[in-house]
Structures are given as structure tokens and as C-alpha cells.
């Protein structure tokens, strides 16, 4: 299996800054694209921005031009730098990873929380 474990949530300022990263342990071999989801409260879980095993990157409209998603393979690592924050962004937010060979398929790291404040 693999383990994802979040950091780098906070409050901010809205037009600030924040970087969220993602580290894999476990059978991080077997981890296909990643992505970052988020959650507000009251609301179902969306996709942020995903990135492939080539580097092949999308981003939720909400969030193009503003987040960038990036993987570093040889630190098993995931980001999300996060520019122009608005309140709107605030949310839990996820990191993913999907294992297409290998069950569970699917992994979920605890969440990290940013709240952005106007």
C-alpha cells in the first residue's frame, strides 16, 4: 500500500500564498498520477489539479492560472503552490494517488487544513 501524508495548510490573507506538499511512503513504485482534491464544509470533495506519471497537468477552472501542481519522483513528493488566494479556496484540502496494479487503487492522505480570510 501506500501511505500520503499532507503539510503546509494554514490561515492566510486572501491574495497570499501557500505551499502544500505530499509525502509518499510504502509501494510509491506502484503510484500512477496524483493528484489534490479539497473539501469545504458542507460540500462534496472536487478536484483541484492532477499531474501524470509524464507530467501531464490539469487544474480545476476555479484554480487555473493561480495553482500550480508539480511532482518530485525522487523525493515521492506532490505540491501545490498556491498563489492569489481567495475564501473561496478555503477547504480541506487532499492529496491522491492512484495505483492502477495494485489495491487499493486509490489513496488518501488526512487532509490539511487552509482557510483563507478576506
Known amino acids: 500500500q501506500v501511505q500520503l501524508v499532507e503539510s503546509g495548510g494554514g490561515l492566510v490573507q486572501a491574495g497570499g500564498s501557500l505551499r502544500l506538499s505530499c509525502v509518499a511512503s510504502g509501494r510509491t513504485l506502484t503510484i500512477n498520477a496524483m493528484d489534490w482534491y479539497r473539501q469545504a464544509a458542507g460540500e462534496q470533495r472536487g478536484l483541484v489539479a492532477s499531474?501524470?506519471?509524464?507530467?501531464?497537468?490539469n487544474y480545476a477552472e476555479s484554480v487555473k492560472g493561480r495553482f500550480t501542481i508539480s511532482r518530485d519522483d525522487a523525493k515521492n513528493t506532490l505540491y501545490l503552490q498556491m498563489d492569489s488566494l481567495k475564501p473561496e479556496d478555503t477547504a480541506v484540502y487532499y492529496c491522491h494517488a492512484s495505483t492502477p496494479r495494485v489495491w487499493p487503487y486509490t489513496n488518501w492522505g488526512q487532509g490539511t487544513q487552509v482557510t483563507v480570510s478576506s
Open positions: 499531474i501524470s506519471n509524464g507530467g501531464t497537468t
